[in-house]
Structures are given as C-alpha cells and as structure tokens.
C-alpha cells in the first residue's frame, strides 16, 4: 500500500467541490465547512516535486494545528479539529487576496534581492550594509499577491494594495496588527526550545463578518528557523545557519540546476535524499513543540484518512 500522501480523491458526506493546491487536497463541506488534508507533496519554486516524503503531512498538520491552538486568543482562527494526523477541519472563509509576509532577518529571497542591488521591499527601505541573515532592527511585513496556481506570487506595497481596494484599509491595519502580535507569539514560542522563528506567512480570510487566521501557520514550509545557540557565532563568522525549514530543500535544488526557470528540469530525488528530507521535517516538529514525534501507521494511509475523516463528519453534521 502506498506510504505517502500523493493525491485523494475521496466523496465525503455534504461534499461540495475538491480544490487540489500543491500541497493540500481541500474538501468543501456544505459550503460553510473545510477538510483539509495535507499530503506528502514538497513544492519550491512553484514546482511540486516528484516525490512524496513520508509523514511530512502529519509534520505539518500537528504542527500548524499546535500554534493555532496557541494563538486563538491573539486572533479566531479557521480550525474545529484535526480527525487525523494529516487532516484539520474547519470553518470555510473568504480568503483575503493577499499573504502576510513578515520578515525579522535579511535571508531567503530577501537577501538575494538585497545581494542583487534592491534596497526596497514592498515600499520598506532596507539599508546599505546589511549581511546576510542579519537581523532587522524592527521586523517588516513584506505582503505579497496571491497568485494563481502556477504562478509566481507578487511583492506589493501596504499602499498599493489600499490604492488598489484589494483590501479595505482598516481592515488591512488590523491584519498587520494580528500578524506582528502572531509573529511576536511564535517567536517567544520558538525561542522556548532554542529556536529563532526567522520569516513566516500567514493568510487571513472572512466569514460572518468576522476576520479568521486560515491554513497553516510556523511550519516548516511557510516559515524558516535558525538554531539560537550557533546563529551569532555563525553570522559573525559569515558562516550559513543552521536552520530548519524548506530552505535547504531549494538549496538542493539550485546546486542541481533547478530554480523553477522555464526549460529546468526537476533533478531526480534519491532515496537517500527523500529519507534526508522527511528527517528534517520530524526534527522541526519535534524542535519546535518540544515533544517527540509519533509516526502514525502509513501501511495504508488512504484507509486510515478516509476512516477517521467520515468517522468524524457522520458525528459532526448530524450535530450542526
């Protein structure tokens, strides 16, 4: 039987539609409701890679469920429960057509910006003379576009996206304001069990009025940590951090030829390289929440989803 979470294709009670993004097969529930599974699937660069990596659904899944029970009191959020290891249920929202991006270290992509000459993201000035992975004096939100699916998602301005109405400007406030107040709650969190919570995104969206935190939040792949025992040493020395998140997986994938450019192709990921990739994910999991990760059975991982999901919807419909 299949061990990794590729694709589903399942007919659950009140099921309305399936949106299959790169890594989330999304069930609507009766129009009001989500069953997000998370699967094995790894994109970078826009692309979804080959192969799945074991349990890094569950990695994920658990960990995004752990830090939006840790931050509920900061700002609503869209999870009701998670009926597996791989899968959250929760309120259908409208999503804002913007990401949240904040950023309290010139790494990443911002750092490859800044190396090639821009000192200005999403209209925040950055000055002269930064290194790379040096901490910001104030961390900056930097939103982006939501992008179709297969697309390069965009920077823009606070500025631009009120000018634009893309989202009404009080409202936009309070996102930046629920979005530093997560940040700085995760980043305490983070620095509990010896980790820097670097850059994360988060997406917010609408129901009832009421403004929700959405999808997941302080994975590894919406957010990078750096170890806090060696980040000085090494920024002193101009030595790469140690980090957990998907970096090194785009790392892996350029020193193989591949940043997701029209005519690269995927590189082939070995065995060897897969078993690396889904030990980095439990390392993150077990790092930042600080317990030890328990593999669910994947023997037959479709069986087992399938079963716990209607188990819990038969109970959860008959009760709404």
């Keep these: 039987m299949a061990s990794t979470i590729l694709n589903s ?5 009140q099921q309305k539609s399936i949106y299959k993004g790169k890594v989330r097969d999304v069930y609507n529930i009766s129009d009001s409701y989500l069953l997000m599974i998370v699967s094995d699937r790894i994109s970078a660069f826009d692309a979804v890679l080959p192969k799945g990596i074991p349990h890094k659904g569950q990695a994920l899944n658990q960990i995004a469920a752990k830090f939006l029970d840790a931050t509920a009191d900061i700002v609503p959020n869209w999870k009701i429960a998670t009926p597996d290891p791989a899968v959250t249920f929760g309120h259908r929202c409208q999503p804002y057509p913007v990401e949240m991006i904040v950023r309290g270290y010139l ?3 911002s750092w490859r910006a800044y190396k090639a000459g821009r000192r200005e993201i999403c209209g925040i000035a950055i000055p002269d003379g930064m290194k790379e992975h040096q901490k910001f004096d104030t961390s900056i939100i930097t939103p982006t576009t939501k992008a179709e699916q297969g697309k390069h998602d965009e920077d823009i301005s606070r500025e631009e996206i009120i000018r634009q109405g893309l989202i009404p400007e009080d409202e936009y406030c309070l996102l930046e304001k629920y979005t530093m107040d997560i940040f700085i709650r995760g980043s305490e969190i983070a620095a509990k069990h010896g980790l820097i919570l670097v850059d994360t995104k988060y997406e917010f969206g609408k129901k009832d009025g009421q403004v929700y935190l959405i999808d997941e939040i302080h994975t590894p792949d919406s957010s990078r940590y750096f170890y806090a025992d060696s980040y000085k040493d090494s920024f002193d020395r101009n030595l790469p951090q140690k980090q957990l998140s ?5 790392e892996w994938l350029m ?6 450019l029209e005519g690269q192709q995927v590189p082939c990921m070995t065995e060897e390289f897969v078993n690396e ?4 994910y439990i390392e993150l999991y077990e790092n930042i929440t600080g317990e030890k990760f ?3 059975d994947i023997s037959d991982v479709h069986g087992r989803i399938e079963q716990n999901c209607m188990n819990f919807l038969n109970t959860f419909l008959k009760q709404i």
């Design 107 to 109: 790494t990443g992509s």
């Design 255 to 260: 020193s193989n030829g591949f940043q997701g």
């Design 294 to 296: 328990i593999k669910a």
């Design 246 to 250: 998907k970096e090194f997986v785009r």
């Design 277 to 280: 990739v889904s030990e980095r």
């Design 9 to 13: 294709d399942y007919s659950f009670p």
